[in-house]
């Protein structure tokens, strides 16, 4: 068995790292023609991209690359006129994408030459329903060493607000729910979801400086599908109450939506109410998770899970829906990011191999059901939850301790406040969510900053 004991850390001051925050955005009626004119263009120039990429191939046995599709753009606006409506950056960037994709290609490819067990696709063209966001690559630009605003920002009529200044489309209105760091931002992303909302993505580089201070406590996570999450020590999470409500709604708009007539006009407006209703439960499984993962890097220095095979696991017909509703990849990508960004601590992942049937006293394997909820231990005696004895499992991997056979406080069940939706199921002892004010990350949109 591999026991990492270290326990990485990086060091602070030069390391970065890249987030995205997601705000609400109300273009004007004009402006939402206007960006549907240009992700109409967009799209075909992505799609003439892939295919001169192809096509190149075919001829010459090589690739063309991003720099010679780029140098092409000049000349082509010149001679298109829809092509010169575009802001050109923003074309740009249209372009890279096309990198991107056959990047990833490439990279795939290679895998799989060496072996690994990956589908490789090639760069496809995208249906206009499919083209739904367009960058601006550069919020701020470099002239005369100093840097001026590409992207501009003004704080709006109440602090709730902004207005975003998007050359090419002009002043939109944002909701600010959260403060913008627009000295760091980098990128801007204009981004329609399929119930007809706006967002606009704003991605920001940050510094690097823990700001929650070590307790010196280590955890393993076990993530499964009758506790959303179990910790080392005994606490868990369960799976959102309010989450299964719009599940089943969803559910409900799904099967009415089957009853109508394709193409009708009612057909139509079904598929937006199932549209709104599927990004609700999106919203509400990320904002789950996002305070999930905010819990348990606050609650624990040192983190650990399980490296899941999700991609294998989804495969499984009767697991998959349930698998994929948990989100567990979504809560560990998330919990490995706040634990870099806000303790400096990278979290560290183990071979899932029997971390369900080990038991975490004695080493010996007892083999269990999915039904059974117990682990007890034929040969120590040790009798534990069967989540908690994995997460002790998954701890003991990785830092070569676990919590088992110390004395453990009572154990709580964490309570995630969801936006308006009351709480799911607590015991008296709940731990609830506090978010640290020591740290201006989380503070919610107390202030509008602009560096
Ligand atoms: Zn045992």
């Known amino acids: 068995m591999s026991r990492p004991r270290k326990k990485n850390s990086i060091t602070p001051s030069v390391a970065t790292i890249r987030v995205t925050h997601k705000y609400r955005a109300y273009p004007t009626v004009l402006q939402e023609y206007t960006i549907e004119n240009w992700l109409f263009i967009l799209c075909s120039v992505y799609n003439h991209a892939i295919e001169e990429r192809a096509e190149g191939y075919k001829n010459t046995g090589e690739t063309i690359s991003y720099s010679a599709q780029q140098n092409a753009l000049p000349v082509l606006r010149k001679a298109d006129p829809a092509l010169r409506k575009v802001h050109s950056q923003v074309l740009q960037d249209c372009l890279q994408r096309v990198d991107k994709a056959y990047q990833k290609f490439f990279e795939d490819l290679k895998q799989k030459k060496a072996g690994a067990k990956i589908k490789v696709g090639y760069p496809r063209r995208k249906k206009l ?127 009415v939506l089957s009853r109508r007539e394709k193409g009708s006009a009612n057909y139509q407006k079904q598929k937006g109410i199932l549209a709104r209703r599927h990004e609700r439960v999106a919203n509400r499984r990320r904002d789950f998770l996002h305070k999930l993962s905010l819990w348990l890097v606050l609650s624990y220095s040192y983190i650990a899970f399980e490296k899941l095979n999700i991609a294998a696991m989804v495969k499984n017909p009767h697991l998959a829906k349930a698998i994929l509703d948990a989100g567990w990849g979504s809560l560990i990508r998330l919990t490995s990011y706040k634990s870099v960004m806000l303790r400096g601590n990278e979290v560290v992942r183990v071979n899932p191999a029997y971390t369900t049937q080990e038991c975490s006293k004695c080493g010996a394997r007892v083999p269990k059901t999915l039904t059974e909820r117990i682990h007890k231990c034929p040969q120590c005696g040790l009798v534990l939850d069967r989540d908690t004895n994995a997460a002790n499992v998954i701890e003991e991997r990785a830092f070569g301790s676990s919590t088992v056979g110390r004395d453990l406080p009572e154990p709580t069940v964490l309570a995630v406040n969801a936006c308006g939706d009351g709480t799911s199921a607590a015991s008296a002892s709940a731990v609830s969510l506090v978010v640290d004010p020591g740290s201006p990350d989380y503070n919610v949109a107390s202030a509008f900053s602009r560096g």
């Open 129 to 255: 329903e499919k083209y739904r966001s367009l960058t601006y690559p550069q919020v701020w630009m470099k002239s005369k060493d100093r840097l001026t605003e590409n992207i501009k920002i003004r704080s709006g009529e109440d602090r709730r607000s902004a207005l975003v200044i998007l050359p090419g489309i002009g002043g939109m209105n944002i909701r600010v729910h959260r403060a913008v760091d627009w000295r760091n931002a980098k990128t801007v992303t204009l981004k329609r979801e399929a119930s007809g909302a706006w967002y606009i993505c704003v991605s920001v580089e940050k510094e690097l400086v823990p700001t929650v201070s070590d307790n010196g406590k280590t955890t393993g996570v076990d993530v499964g599908l009758h506790k959303a999450v179990a910790t080392s020590d005994g606490n868990f999470a369960e799976h959102p109450k309010f989450i299964n409500k719009a599940e089943r709604r969803l559910r409900k708009a799904q099967k």
